[in-house]
């Protein structure tokens, strides 16, 4: 069945401290490898997509890795800021329309 | 350019009502979706329209029907609605299959 798992479900961090969030997969075939950004009462907004053969991928302070080989992915934030609060949602695409498998996503909260 | 618009915000229906939700989008995407999103769940696809003309279910249509009016429009419509289909609804498009999504602002709709 396929399958995204993200890490933690929450996390707290002070504001300008750096924090990693986790994504591991079992999608097949793999198409590619989204991280999208939502806050509280909107809807999600892409940060990357990341196909098979790149590996890392920026978009400002948001930096995706992803190792194939190991079905895992990971979204690096640097310099935390409290417009970072929110929630962070790995996607991982079959192929096709209704190929999406969207994890639960991971809650962030930045404090002052 | 508004990008998604989703009408209504936010809406209370009692069991076995009816309604509609629209979706407009001004990006000139071919493809437009549907989605809910529930607590501790990744968003779950009910219908897509890869192109004007074609509509197809997801992973949860039971309960919905969808109409894609034309290019820009595409509504899900509840015939009965049922408490277990409380939920925020998310309307999306996309310019490629499945290229990036951009995401509508959600209708929260509770079921009574």
């Known amino acids: 069945k396929n399958q995204v798992e993200q890490s933690p479900q929450s996390l707290i961090i002070l504001e300008g401290k750096n924090c990693t969030l986790q994504?591991?997969?079992?999608?097949?075939?793999?198409?590619?490898l989204r991280w999208y950004k939502q806050d509280t009462g909107r809807g999600p907004v892409s940060l990357t997509i990341m196909t098979f053969s790149e590996n890392t991928k920026s978009n400002g302070r948001y930096t995706a890795t992803l190792d194939a080989d190991t079905k895992q992915s990971s979204l690096h934030i640097t310099a935390s800021q409290l417009s970072d609060s929110a929630s962070y949602i790995c996607v991982v695409s079959a192929g096709g329309y209704n190929k999406l498998i969207f994890g639960a996503g991971t809650r962030l909260a930045v404090h002052p | 350019n508004a990008g998604v618009t989703q009408t209504p915000k936010f809406q209370v229906l009692k069991t076995g009502q009816s309604m509609t939700l629209q979706c407009a989008q001004d990006m000139n995407h071919n493809s437009m979706y549907w989605y809910r999103q529930d607590p501790g769940m990744g968003l779950r696809l009910i219908y897509y329209s890869a192109s004007e003309g074609t509509t197809d279910k997801g992973e949860v249509p039971n309960g919905y029907n969808v109409s894609r009016l034309n290019k820009r429009e595409f509504s899900l419509r509840l015939e009965s609605a049922a408490p277990s289909q409380t939920s925020v609804y998310f309307c999306?498009?996309?310019?490629?299959?499945?290229?990036?999504?951009?995401f509508g602002p959600g209708t929260r709709l509770l079921v009574l």
């Open positions: 994504c591991n997969y079992t999608v097949s075939p793999f198409s590619n």
């Open positions: 999306a498009s996309s310019q490629l299959d499945p290229g990036t999504q951009y």
